[in-house]
């Protein structure tokens, strides 16, 4: 089946400096992935849509440049934490869809996610 | 803007039962719906996709129903087993982007 790979998946950092993290999709093209932020007991909150060869699109609330996101090829897309924050400490996860196929019958599969703990 | 409930919240049964958890979403104008499994610590899972003009579909011990009329699908789990623990999430896919509930967060005690 469809594999996402998130790396890494749990990263420690202080206050001020900068984290990268890639997803790629290993089996198949992505135009678009899709960045979340997972808080505790609460739903996936979309960040940004990724588009490949083009500007993401960021969600109402939150900060691009804070939130760097590159998708150079069709099968990677990072995200930089730049100067991070205390506040920026989450569980960040990303998902694609295949680009081959219609939106209604490809399902989104995702990353194993990135634990980020900023001190 | 869409929004997506699940009921119940938790959910705690003795192994062997028959599970059936809830999600509920206010616009019909989707185009899917996913059921996902999101196992501590980790990313989502898809188990299930049910397309708009589609009204269930099934996966060994898993099912699914979409009714988009009443805005509703269910996740029935047969023969539940203590390796089902997990939380389980439906995103609702409208606008090529799924809004997604918080989930049912399932314990299967032996």
């Known amino acids: 089946g469809a594999v996402v790979s998130q790396h890494p998946s ?7 400096t900068s984290v990268k993290i890639e997803c790629r999709s290993l089996d198949f093209q992505a135009t678009t992935m899709f ?24 969600e109402q609330g ?13 099968t990677l897309s990072t995200l930089t934490v730049t100067s991070a924050h205390p506040e920026d400490s ?10 081959v196929g219609g939106v209604e ?6 990353g194993n996610g990135t634990r980020l703990t900023v001190t | 803007k869409q929004e997506v409930t699940q009921i119940p919240a938790a959910l705690s049964v003795p192994e062997g039962e028959n599970l059936v958890l809830n999600c509920s979403f206010t616009d019909s104008a989707i185009y899917n719906l996913q059921w996902f499994r999101q196992d501590p610590g980790k990313g989502l899972t898809s188990l299930l996709l049910i ?23 269910t996740l029935y789990i047969a023969a539940s ?5 997990a939380t389980y999430l439906c ?3 409208g606008s090529y982007i799924p809004t997604f509930g918080r989930g049912t967060s399932l314990i299967v005690h032996p």
């Not at chain 2, 087993?81 to 623990?85: C, E, R």
Request: with cysteine; net charge positive.
């Open chain 1, 105 to 110: 019958s490809s399902p989104l599969h995702f």
């Open chain 2, 81 to 85: 087993q203590p390796g089902d623990s």
């Open chain 1, 35 to 58: 960045w979340y932020r997972q808080f505790p007991k609460k739903s996936l909150m979309l960040m940004a849509t990724s588009n490949e060869g083009s500007k993401a699109t960021y």
């Open chain 1, 62 to 74: 939150v900060e691009k440049d804070k939130f760097l996101i590159n998708h150079a090829s069709l």
């Open chain 1, 90 to 99: 989450s569980f960040y996860i990303c998902s694609a869809r295949d680009a």
């Open chain 1, 10 to 16: 749990r990263v420690i950092c202080k206050s001020g």
């Open chain 2, 91 to 93: 995103g609702a896919g």
């Open chain 2, 51 to 73: 397309q708009s003009s589609q009204r269930e579909q099934t996966s060994g011990r898993l099912n699914a129903s979409l009714d988009k009329s009443s805005g509703r699908s």
